[in-house]
Nanobody, 124 residues
Framework: QVQLVESGGGLVQTGESLRVSCTVF????????MGWFRRAPGKEREFVAT????????FYGDFLKDRFIISRDNTKNMVYLQMNALKSEDTATYYC?????????????????WGQGTQVTVSP
């Protein structure tokens, strides 16, 4: 079993940076790929970023234009999403997800475990 707990969300202003974190509880961390998704009010869930089990492969949503960086620390069972140059349209609940495969995926349906989410609000 895997449990995911997000943290680090909050209120920031346009142009600022924020890092959200995901703590992974369980003994599978080194062999699972991780992802971040988000859901804005009134919108569908959206893929943000994914990283392979080794950390060697990453993919990002097309809308990001290099503003976000996903990383992981396999010694601490942690995954991070560094968000830079935040915009009001980045306001959403951000969810950490894990899949019991080593390789990445951009599809939410490929993920087996989900956290409860952390709210990120970007004021204009």
């Amino acid at each position: 079993q895997v449990q995911l707990v997000e943290s680090g969300g909050g209120l920031v202003q346009t142009g600022e940076s924020l890092r959200v974190s995901c703590t992974v509880f369980g003994n599978l961390f080194n062999i699972i790929a991780m992802g971040w998704f988000r859901r804005a009010p009134g919108k569908e869930r959206e893929f943000v970023a994914t990283i392979s089990a080794s950390g060697g492969t990453t993919f990002y949503g097309d809308f990001l234009k290099d503003r976000f960086i996903i990383s992981r620390d396999n010694t601490k069972n942690m995954v991070y999403l560094q968000m830079n140059a935040l915009k009001s349209e980045d306001t959403a609940t951000y969810y950490c997800a894990a899949r019991t495969e080593r390789v990445t995926s951009i599809r939410a349906s490929d993920y087996d475990y989900w956290g409860q989410g952390t709210q990120v609000t970007v004021s204009p």
